[in-house]
């Protein structure tokens, strides 16, 4: 807790203009108890007694006490906007997940895929957490990094690579656009996080767009790839809530690293069982497509994920992701060169000021409590 985010004492009793005190010529000065003023000067008027604040203690955060004049925490805007930069980077990189694993599957067969991108971005983690002498988590820590491993480094690189077999990457784009509200509801149950009636209602009409543009995109049939994207959902839902509930108390980029090395070892023995029962064709495209899904999506994209979620919630951030399949669609257009129907820009425009909604609930809810904090002294 920093400073100017601690709460004046209970016993503090606010003065301010709207206060009413005994003029000073009505009132005997009276001295502080226990002291004297210094021979030859004048004694300072009396002044009601103050409350010392009571030390930090790290790690937490309280909000003002209402009724006292401590000022807006205005230290936790740039937290928050630093934040909202992070998970939104990370949703960029997310969006060329889709593309890459394309260029993948053109040389790759899907379980080698899946097995050399968890290998190759357990190994870079692996360098990274030698390289910083990282300490190893604490026993309670590992069984959400188990949640972590299964939901994003195994289950959803998995179930989604497996639907781009028989999908487009546009079609499995807006589909997983549910992913956001997934998290939120996930998050909100496992983090305990009350996001406002005004949350919620922006993020249903989020996910209603992109049910609206995936129904209209795919000519009102599901095609059979979509029972593997329902899947993704779910288990990246649940790694994405527990790795930011994680990343509150280690380093996010630690967070996916140790992730990744519980899967090491289980990836090195995928990758020696389907490298030889799957055709390999190596192209520019299936490599940079590989190198992208391990070093790009799994490793740096998680780890500014989980670092941005740290910071402003998991509900709030997992809202940024309802523009990740209008990324996706564009990198589709000009990397894969598929076509996209003009219903594209609409649902664009209408998902960006869901977002928008999404993230200006929270402040103002911050903004609503600090000015119940200032509303007024107590009088006594």
Same mark, same amino acid.
């Given at each position: 807790?920093?400073?100017?985010?601690?709460?004046?004492?209970?016993?503090?009793?606010?003065?301010?203009?709207?206060?009413?005190?005994?003029?000073?010529?009505?009132?005997?000065?009276?001295?502080?108890?226990?002291?004297?003023?210094?021979?030859?000067?004048?004694?300072?008027?009396?002044?009601?007694?103050?409350?010392?604040?009571?030390?930090?203690?790290?790690?937490?955060?309280?909000?003002?006490?209402?009724?006292?004049?401590?000022?807006?925490?205005?230290?936790?805007?740039?937290?928050?906007?630093?934040?909202?930069?992070?998970?939104?980077?990370?949703?960029?990189?997310?969006?060329?997940?889709?593309?890459?694993?394309?260029?993948?599957?053109?040389?790759?067969?899907?379980?080698?895929?899946?097995?050399?991108?968890?290998?190759?971005?357990?190994?870079?983690?692996?360098?990274?957490?030698?390289?910083?002498?990282?300490?190893?988590?604490?026993?309670?820590?590992?069984?959400?990094?188990?949640?972590?491993?299964?939901? !994003? /480094? $195994? +289950?959803?690189?998995? @179930? &989604? *690579?497996?639907? #781009?077999?028989?999908?487009? %990457?546009?079609?499995?784009? !807006? /589909? $997983? +656009?549910?992913?956001? @509200? &997934? *998290?939120?509801? #996930?998050?909100?149950?496992? %983090?305990?996080?009350?996001?406002?009636?005004?949350?919620?209602?922006?993020?249903?009409?989020?996910?209603?767009?992109?049910?609206?543009?995936?129904?209209?995109?795919?000519?009102?049939?599901?095609?059979?790839?979509?029972?593997?994207?329902?899947?993704?959902?779910?288990?990246?839902?649940?790694?994405?809530?527990?790795?930011?509930?994680?990343?509150?108390?280690?380093?996010?980029?630690?967070?996916?690293?140790?992730?990744?090395?519980?899967?090491?070892?289980?990836?090195?023995?995928?990758?020696?069982?389907?490298?030889?029962?799957?055709?390999?064709?190596?192209?520019?495209?299936?490599?940079?497509?590989?190198?992208?899904?391990?070093?790009?999506?799994?490793?740096?994209?998680?780890?500014?994920?989980?670092?941005?979620?740290?910071?402003?919630?998991?509900?709030?951030?997992?809202?940024?992701?309802?523009?990740?399949?209008?990324?996706?669609?564009?990198?589709?257009?000009?990397?894969?060169?598929?076509?996209?129907?003009?219903?594209?820009?609409?649902?664009?425009?209408?998902?960006?000021?869901?977002?928008?909604?999404?993230?200006?609930?929270?402040?103002?809810?911050?903004?609503?409590?600090?000015?119940?904090?200032?509303?007024?002294?107590?009088?006594?």
């Amino acid at each position: 807790m920093r400073a100017q985010d601690s709460a004046t004492g209970s016993g503090t009793i606010a003065v301010d203009g709207g206060t009413e005190t005994a003029p000073a010529s009505a009132t005997a000065p009276a001295p502080t108890a226990g002291t004297a003023p210094a021979p030859g000067t004048t004694p300072p008027p009396y002044a009601p007694p103050h409350t010392a604040e009571a030390p930090a203690l790290p790690g937490t955060e309280t909000s003002p006490t209402p009724g006292t004049d401590t000022p807006a925490p205005t230290a936790k805007d740039p937290a928050r906007r630093q934040g909202t930069l992070l998970a939104a980077l990370g949703v960029v990189a997310f969006s060329l997940t889709f593309p890459s694993t394309a260029w993948g599957l053109e040389s790759f067969g899907p379980w080698s895929l899946v097995a050399l991108r968890s290998t190759l971005a357990a190994l870079i983690a692996g360098g990274f957490l030698l390289a910083v002498r990282a300490p190893v988590p604490e026993r309670r820590h590992w069984g959400g990094l188990a949640v972590v491993a299964g939901g !994003v /480094v $195994v +289950g959803f690189p998995l @179930l &989604t *690579t497996l639907a #781009l077999q028989t999908s487009t %990457t546009s079609h499995a784009a !807006v /589909v $997983v +656009g549910l992913l956001p @509200l &997934t *998290t939120a509801v #996930l998050g909100s149950l496992r %983090t305990g996080e009350r996001p406002s009636r005004t949350f919620w209602v922006a993020a249903l009409a989020g996910a209603a767009v992109v049910i609206g543009f995936t129904v209209q995109q795919s000519g009102g049939a599901l095609s059979p790839g979509d029972l593997y994207l329902f899947g993704a959902l779910l288990v990246c839902a649940a790694g994405y809530t527990e790795g930011g509930r994680l990343a509150r108390v280690m380093p996010g980029w630690q967070v996916i690293g140790w992730a990744l090395m519980l899967c090491l070892p289980f990836a090195v023995a995928g990758s020696a069982v389907a490298l030889p029962l799957e055709p390999v064709h190596l192209t520019a495209h299936g490599v940079l497509g590989l190198v992208w899904v391990a070093a790009g999506s799994t490793f740096f994209g998680l780890y500014v994920w989980y670092k941005g979620m740290a910071r402003i919630g998991v509900p709030r951030a997992s809202q940024l992701q309802l523009a990740q399949p209008l990324l996706t669609l564009a990198w589709s257009v000009l990397l894969l060169s598929e076509e996209v129907s003009a219903a594209a820009p609409l649902a664009a425009v209408a998902v960006l000021v869901c977002i928008a909604a999404t993230q200006r609930t929270g402040r103002s809810r911050a903004a609503r409590a600090r000015r119940a904090g200032e509303s007024g002294p107590v009088r006594s």
